[in-house]
Nanobody, 126 residues
């Protein structure tokens, strides 16, 4: 079992930045690929970014490429999503997720992820 707790969400103006954190506890964090998903009201949950458990491979949705950066610190059992140049369309509930896969894999489908946090709200005001 892996427990995930997100933090760092909040209200920010257009063009601002936030850093989301996802702290994991339980079984070996370093063996899990980690992903961030988001869901806005009325929309389906969508992939934002993911990172392999080695940290050497990352993936981003086209909508956030060049603005968001995902990293992980296996010694602290934490992943970080740095979000810059935020837009109103980034407003959503952001979820952290984990799944045990091969060291290089970065799954983008939500169905692959076994463990989920409760989410942290990000609101970008114009």
């Amino acid at each position: 079992q892996v427990q995930l707790v997100e933090s760092g969400g909040g209200l920010v103006q257009v063009g601002g930045s936030l850093r989301l954190s996802c702290a994991a506890s339980g079984r070996s964090f370093s063996s899990y690929a980690m992903g961030w998903f988001r869901q806005a009201p009325g929309n389906e949950r969508e992939f934002v970014s993911g990172i392999s458990w080695s940290g050497g491979h990352t993936a981003y949705a086209d909508s956030v490429k060049g603005r968001f950066t995902l990293s992980r610190d296996n010694a602290k059992n934490t992943v970080y999503l740095q979000m810059n140049s935020l837009k109103p369309e980034d407003t959503a509930l952001y979820y952290c997720a984990a799944t045990p896969v091969s060291w290089y894999e970065v799954p983008v489908g939500s169905y692959v992820y076994d463990y989920w946090g409760q989410g942290t709200q990000v609101t970008v005001s114009s």
